[in-house]
C-alpha cells in the first residue's frame, strides 16, 4: 500500500532580506526629506549640512596640501616654554597653523562664492515671480528659508492683518515664520501641496515655507445697517422698509459659548465661508460679511412680499414696533 505523504513548503524569505541597500535607502531618504523639510527643523538640519561640507572640504584641503608652517613663527610661540610643554604644543600648533594658512583656506573661495551666487540668482528670482521689487526683502527671506534666523511675525487682529504685518514677506510670500491671531479671529492657511489649516487664536503658530494666508475670517457678532427699501407687499401697496439691521456671525454648530471657548466655530462653515462665496461681474468675489447682509436684505424684502398690508401692520402693532 502506497502512502502519500504532504512535504513541507519551502518558507518565503523574510521581506527585505534579499536587499541589503534598502535600509540605506530609507535612511538616506530620510536624510533627504529631513534637509528638504520646510518646517522649523529643515533650517536648522541645513546650516549643519553646508557647514559640514565646508568642515569637509577645509580638512580635505588641508591633508592635500599639508603646508609646513613658518619656524620663525613656531619658534616664537613656542619660545620659553617648558621642554615638555614644547613637545605636547608643536603637533597641536603644527595642525592649527596648517588648517588656517592660505594654501589650505583658497579651497573654500571656489564653495562660498557658488553658495554667494546660488543664493543672489534665487533672490533675483524670487524678488520677480512674486513682484516685490525689493531684492533685499527677496533676500532675506530666501536666506531665512534654507537657514533660519529672525522669523517675521503677523499679527491678526480686528478681522484683518496689521497694515504694519502687510509690509512683511510672510504676508506677500508665505512661511517660514510666525503668526500671532487675537481673540475673535480665525484664519485660514493654505500649504503648496493644496493642504489647508484652520487657526483660531493663538500667541504663535509657525508658518511652513510658502504656506500663504488665503483669508481671515472675524469670528465676533456682524451688525450691518441696510438703507431704505422699497418693496411691495402681496396686495400690491408699495412700503419702505427702514432702520433694517442685519445681526449674524459664523455657525458654532450649536456650540455654547464659555470663557475657555467665546468665540465657537464649525471649520465646515468656515472653509464655506472662504471657499463658497460668490464672484460677482467683475471677476472679484465681495466679503463674505456683505454677501450675507444682502441675503437679509433679500430675505426681508421676501417677507414683506409674501404678506397683506393689514398682516404686517397688525403684526406691527402686536410687537410695538414704531
Known amino acids: 500500500m502506497r502512502t502519500w505523504r504532504r512535504l513541507p513548503l519551502p518558507s518565503r524569505p523574510a521581506a527585505g532580506r534579499g536587499d541589503p541597500w534598502r535600509a540605506a535607502r530609507a535612511r538616506w531618504q530620510q536624510f533627504l ?29 588641508a591633508l592635500v596640501e599639508r603646508p ?19 613637545f605636547l604644543l608643536r603637533p597641536g600648533l603644527t595642525a592649527v597653523l596648517a588648517v588656517v594658512s592660505l594654501e589650505t583656506l583658497r579651497h ?8 554667494f551666487l546660488g543664493l543672489r540668482a534665487g533672490a533675483h528670482y524670487l524678488d520677480d515671480l512674486f513682484e516685490l521689487k525689493d531684492f533685499s526683502a527677496a533676500q532675506q527671506y530666501l536666506t531665512l528659508s534654507l537657514f533660519g534666523g529672525a522669523y517675521p511675525v503677523m499679527e491678526i487682529r480686528a478681522g484683518e492683518v496689521t497694515s504694519a504685518s502687510r509690509q512683511t514677506t510672510l504676508y506677500r510670500i508665505g512661511g517660514p515664520g510666525y503668526v500671532k491671531i487675537h481673540l475673535g479671529n480665525a484664519a485660514l492657511f493654505e500649504r503648496v501641496t493644496g493642504a489647508s ?12 515655507g510658502f504656506e500663504r494666508l488665503r483669508e481671515v475670517v472675524d469670528l465676533r457678532d456682524q451688525i450691518r445697517h441696510r438703507a431704505e427699501m422699497s418693496v411691495y407687499t402681496k396686495d400690491g401697496l408699495q412700503v419702505q422698509a427702514v432702520d433694517v439691521q442685519v445681526v449674524f456671525r459664523v455657525w458654532g454648530d450649536q456650540q455654547p459659548r464659555s470663557q475657555q471657548n467665546p468665540y465657537p466655530f464649525n471649520p465646515v462653515a468656515l472653509r464655506r465661508v472662504v471657499y463658497g462665496r460668490a464672484v460677482g461681474a467683475g471677476g472679484q468675489a465681495a466679503p463674505w460679511t456683505e454677501a450675507v447682509a444682502d441675503l437679509a436684505s433679500a430675505e426681508v424684502a421676501r417677507y414683506i412680499g409674501s404678506r397683506l398690508l393689514k398682516d404686517l401692520i397688525a403684526q406691527k402693532r402686536k410687537i410695538g414696533v414704531a
Open 33 to 61: 526629506e529631513g534637509i528638504l523639510a520646510r518646517d522649523e527643523n529643515g533650517p536648522r538640519l541645513r546650516t549643519q549640512a553646508v557647514a559640514a561640507a565646508f568642515i569637509l572640504i577645509w580638512g580635505a584641503a
Open 68 to 86: 609646513v608652517p613658518d619656524p620663525a613663527l613656531m619658534e616664537s610661540l613656542l619660545q620659553g616654554q617648558p621642554a615638555l610643554v614644547v
Open 108 to 115: 573654500l573661495v571656489l564653495p562660498a562664492i557658488i553658495l
Open 197 to 208: 489649516d484652520i487657526v483660531a487664536a493663538t500667541p504663535r503658530y509657525f508658518l511652513h
